[in-house]
């Protein structure tokens, strides 16, 4: 979990672990409905969601070519 306020970008992922193609994700924030992205760019986004913590544990950051 990532304890973060408001939308935006929440973190970049390095080379190698970045997506081929744009992906979201539904998850929760706070305990209620919350979405994030992942750019091709590696930029992780928070786009809808509560203030608190992000729940990511459900993800499995699969690396491009």
Known sequence: QLNFTGTGTVFTLPAGYRPE???EYAT?????FSVFSIATNGVVSKIVGNNGNLDIDCVIF????
């Open 62 to 65: 699969q690396a491009g070519n």
């Open 28 to 32: 929760s924030s706070a305990g209620s």
């Open 21 to 23: 193609q744009y992906k």
